[in-house]
């Protein structure tokens, strides 16, 4: 997500780069030109276990029969049901309405600055140690120092390292953090610096995963629409009118990562 403000600093390789939330500027992470991307892609077990679990957990998801490589305690799935949030709105007023009006008609089309009809569920990390970090980065509604465009970035929901799960923007409501998807898709921050650490908190990842299931049968939103940041640009709903921007993506929450992570909200049954 292009961020400004307080959130630190997220490890891409290397080389330092700013992650969602940032305070310093985040170089855009852009995909092989086309040139180079007729390749046929050398595909890894891990990554074929991952492509099966996530086959097996979209059967299971749809009501299909399809089994996973982890068996499920008593041998029946849990239903999504909505987890407890706390609600901590960010100012989202008049100003910052328009601005995102505007900013959809820029990039989307739009003339609105509400969101219909979810169809995409981004998952992001903040690359920062907080809840009020982010919640600081989001709430001040000045241009982000990436883009440097308005209104300022936000996620609809942040969750923290103790599993704590925060509501910052109501549901119909568009917001900044995901270049291409903010018309379509819901936005979920998660309080740390990588997946890998957020993954091996377990209250942390299992909020993500409860509350990820249960937006995703409140919109009937495809388990594969479920995605991280990193996959923006694979997303069948990506689109952007500024070229400039058009492969702009950030290294948050990578197809491996994700796929272990999808493979356990397919798990969650919808209610009937």
């Known amino acids: 997500m292009r961020r400004p403000a307080t959130i630190a600093v997220v490890l891409l390789a290397v080389a330092p780069v700013a992650g969602c939330g940032s305070d310093a500027p985040a170089p855009t992470q852009s995909s092989a030109p086309a040139a180079t991307a007729t390749a046929t892609p050398q595909v890894s077990e891990a990554e074929r276990n991952a492509k099966r679990d996530l086959e097996a957990a979209e059967g299971n998801a749809a009501g299909g029969t399809g089994s996973t490589s982890e068996p499920r ?3 029946s799935p849990p239903t999504a049901a909505r987890p407890p949030i706390v609600q901590r709105p960010i100012p989202f007023g008049a ?4 601005e995102m009006r505007a900013y959809a008609r820029r990039h989307y089309g739009l003339d609105s600055f509400r969101l219909q009809g979810p169809k995409v569920i981004v998952e992001h990390y903040t690359a920062g140690d907080t809840f ?4 600081d980065t989001f709430a001040r509604d000045v ?3 990436e883009l440097h465009e308005l209104p300022a970035v936000c996620a609809h929901f942040v969750v923290d390292r103790d599993g704590t799960i925060y509501q910052l923007v109501a549901l119909n409501n568009m917001c900044r953090h995901t270049v291409g998807l903010n018309d379509t898709a819901i936005g979920i921050e ?5 997946a890998r650490e957020i993954v091996d908190r377990p209250a942390q990842i299992g909020a993500v995963v409860r509350l990820t299931a249960w937006l995703r049968c409140r919109y009937a939103i495809a388990l594969r629409n479920v995605i991280g940041h990193n996959e923006s640009l694979s997303s069948p709903y990506h689109h952007e009118n500024v070229a400039a921007l058009r492969r702009q993506t950030h290294a948050d929450w990578t197809r491996a990562e ?15």
């Open 73 to 75: 305690p008593g041998g």
């Open 95 to 98: 100003k910052r309405r328009d």
């Open 132 to 135: 009020r970090s982010a919640y």
């Open 143 to 145: 241009p982000d120092v």
């Open 190 to 194: 998660q309080v740390g610096r990588s």
């Open 258 to 272: 994700m796929a272990p992570v999808r493979a356990r909200i397919g798990r969650y049954r919808c209610p009937a």
